[in-house]
């Protein structure tokens, strides 16, 4: 431990630095502000990113370089990770922490952009009305089931559509077997938001799928 001079000449020791997460997080504030786009909140995403860490141990093993860079690449993208809007999620895979932008990050991302009018996604139930058209006219036909109980019963396909301002239209749909399939290949397929959000991570599948085409 070091020492320092006060203006009365008395000499005292200097606090130790705060090496944690947290305090590395909090010296890092000034550089989140300037990343973060203009209707960011810096200090917002401090507090978010520090929440995260409380509420999940798990990223408190990670290696500061990972888990500052991940919350960094979040301030770039204007998303808030952990928290119930779902824009991004701060994910521990050991001691390496990953940024997975969630589907409400990826339509806020496209919905920035000048040529899309709409982008969503929905999930289809057993006992839902679904019919899907492709060919040279394509279209989907979705009319949910009445029950009360809907969203307890499993689930058979996953959409998601983007509307282009021109007028024009495209879709994606997976059915219960494939959103399974892409959950498999996931590092996290048995923990984190497959396992409490499993609708959302189907919706951000078909969503992913569909990313790929209209411009970010």
């Known amino acids: 431990m070091g020492t320092q001079t006060q203006s009365n000449g008395q000499i005292v020791p200097k606090k130790p630095q705060d090496n944690s997460l947290a305090g ?40 500061p370089g990972s888990f500052l860079g991940s919350v960094l690449s979040a301030a770039q993208l204007g998303l808030e990770p952990n928290t119930p809007l779902g824009h991004a999620y701060l994910i521990p895979y050991k001691t390496e922490c990953t ?10 991302l496209v919905r920035r952009t000048k040529s899309v009018s709409d982008i969503y996604a929905e999930i289809v139930y ?15 036909k ?46 996290a397929s048995s923990s984190g938001p497959w396992v409490t959000d499993y609708e959302a991570m189907a919706k951000k599948t078909a969503v992913r799928r569909l990313f790929t085409w209209p411009p970010k």
């Open 24 to 63: 590395l997080l909090q010296r890092m504030t000034p550089e989140l502000t300037k990343a973060l786009p203009k209707h960011v909140d810096p200090d917002r995403m401090a507090r978010i990113a520090l929440t995260a860490l409380r509420t999940n141990k798990r990223l408190q093993d990670c290696t």
């Open 99 to 108: 940024l997975q932008i969630g589907y409400q990050g990826m339509i806020d």
């Open 126 to 140: 057993e006992g839902d009305e679904f019919e899907v058209q492709l060919g040279l006219h394509r279209d989907i």
């Open 142 to 187: 979705h009319i949910p089931s009445k029950d009360t109980n809907r969203e307890e019963g499993k689930v058979t396909h996953v959409y998601a559509v983007a509307h282009l301002k021109d007028g024009g239209a495209t879709f994606v749909v997976l059915t219960q077997k494939q959103i399974e399939k892409f959950r498999k290949r996931s590092r």
